[in-house]
């Protein structure tokens, strides 16, 4: 195999060590670890002893010491692979607080649909899943980030099980607000689409700008154009009426092509210089 003659850079994997690493790079490095012994022993006689063995502190903390929770033994039951699930438990959408968040967000843009106009509901929910794709892949934020410091696994399989997380939380509970505006009939259903293209572009944004760049970027875009579009159709603004949810759905196909482009790259690491 010809690819095993490459190695990465010293400067790359000093960057790694140090967590400072961003994607694609990030990726496309972990890609080469997970493959290539020789670097990985590099990379540990690199790494200051003292940070690598803090890592496992802080990651033995985090993935231990709750003993299945309760969101893990639910996903083993459902038939989720206890590995995966554990991933899953500790990412920080599946956080009671986070839930409890989205819950309360959602209530009161429920709350506000009703009492001013259902444009706030439809506009707020599809940003919630934005927002957990910030919260999730932010490393100052994320848990199992320890997990890519001391054991080097497939990112991008990581990325997707997060945001189906992150899809799927913010869905369920979307979809329950949407039972507090019956007055609407389908339309109470529009923000499903902006959802799905909101976290996809995020998703396809971020390996450029960064989870909270991107989210944010495309969080202000959504909301400068619904505001933009303010009484331009029914529902109150037009991408609720269905030529903007086709424009929406055809957004978020092309977020899912940049995806599975970026999905191409990382599986042949060499692509990226
Ligand atoms: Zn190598």
Known sequence: MTAAEWHLPDGE????????????????????????????????????????????????????????????RLLVRAGVAEHTARLLAATP??????????ASTLALAALLANLADPVVFLAVAPLLPVGGVAL???????????????????????????????????????????LALPDLGLTALGWFLPALALTLLTLAFMARLGPVLAAVLVGLGWVVLVTS??????????????VGQLALALAGALGALVLARMHRAFETPRRFR
């Open 229 to 242: 579009t303010l009484g331009a159709g029914s529902g109150g603004s037009s991408p609720f009426v269905p």
């Open 136 to 178: 999730s892949f932010g490393h100052r934020v994320d848990p199992t980030y320890e997990i890519t410091v001391v054991a080097p696994i497939h990112t991008f399989r990581l990325l997707l099980l997060r945001c189906v997380a992150v899809l799927s939380t913010t869905t369920v509970l979307s979809a329950a607000a949407t």
């Open 13 to 72: 994997l000093r960057r790694y060590g140090e967590g400072t690493l961003v994607p694609p790079e990030l990726w496309s490095t972990e890609a080469h670890l997970a493959a290539c012994a020789y670097c990985r022993e590099r990379l540990a006689a690199a790494a200051e002893p003292q940070m690598t063995a803090a890592g496992w502190v802080r990651l033995d903390a985090e993935l231990d010491a709750p003993v299945p929770g309760p969101v893990e």
């Open 93 to 102: 959408v599946l956080r009671l607080s986070w839930l409890v968040a989205v």
